[in-house]
């Protein structure tokens, strides 16, 4: 696995090797922590890292922390401070995926709420061959846990359990990527991304009450369909079958940016190569990110702008 030469961690840059927790923390025992996956696009043209939506990401995190109810958490400047920091001092020049995560310290047990820790890494990350090619994918047996049990808006550490079991099962099955059913027999999201269909020129999603994450990408698609690319978007439930009758379909979510689906269930997709919505959507998206196109400015925090403010 790649390497980074700094870490942030609880308010400190220090070398990769030397960001430590103790394995009886309850971050260890017990997987009691929050994170977001953020991404940084560069644009050498510009000599410029953007951050995509970075505001948005920490009121989600800010938001877990709230129902895990941890004890002092670290406030929005702290957190936004943390990832520009960890940029700056990396230095990278090219795309990175960042992982900002806070959890639980120290020694307790199932139930404690403190002490709160804060790490922040970032990774360089290439351009995915799925996001170019496509990718196949399999509904698995596992299904999400509802609202009630394992709240899925909630990022936690132990919520990918459940994604993890599933991403095993569909590779032993020769897909891909998983899709996975909600409690409800509808179709819920990926283990980490979350899915939209293209059919009859309509883009269908499950919607947010179908025990999915609600994911800040899912918000930019929705939004670029809508009002820059004319397309009609229903979020709705969807049933396995109808997943069968899409013209084209794909993944989107900060890991898998915007990536297309090929198959399901070993049923090819229109003809089997990414479909022309889903081509349209990332060329506007990645313009968007890189900073290529003024649209959306504010979804872009630029690392030298931040750090001409901060001097």
Known sequence: MAEAKYIWLNGTIVPWADARVHVYSPAVKYGVGVFEGIRGYFNPRMNEMFVFRLEEHLRRLAYSMRVMRFDDPPGHEVLRGAVLETLRANDFREGVHIRLSVYLDGDGEQGATGPVSTV??????????????????????WRRPEDSAMPMRVKAHANYHNGRLATLEAKANG?????????????????????????????????VTSDILESIT????????????????AE?????TELY???????????????PVTAIDRLVLGDG?????????????????????????????ALSASARAAA
């Open 175 to 207: 897909h891909g990527a998983a899709i996975i059913l909600s409690s409800h027999g509808k179709v819920a999201e990926g283990p980490g991304m979350c899915l939209f269909l293209i059919r009859d020129g309509q883009a269908i999603t499950p919607s």
């Open 218 to 233: 899912r918000d930019a698609v929705i939004r670029l369909l809508r009002d820059e690319l004319g397309v009609p978007v």
């Open 120 to 141: 922040c890494l970032a990774l360089p990350r290439p351009n995915s061959k799925a996001v170019e090619n496509g990718v196949t994918a399999g509904v698995v047996s």
């Open 245 to 259: 009758a899409a013209d084209e379909a794909f993944f989107a979510g900060t890991a898998w940016e915007v990536t």
């Open 236 to 240: 709705r439930d969807v049933d396995r």
């Open 273 to 301: 190569k990414p479909g022309a919505i889903t081509r349209r959507l990332q060329d506007l998206f990645f313009a968007i990110a890189h900073g290529d196109s003024n649209a959306h400015a504010a979804w872009r925090t």
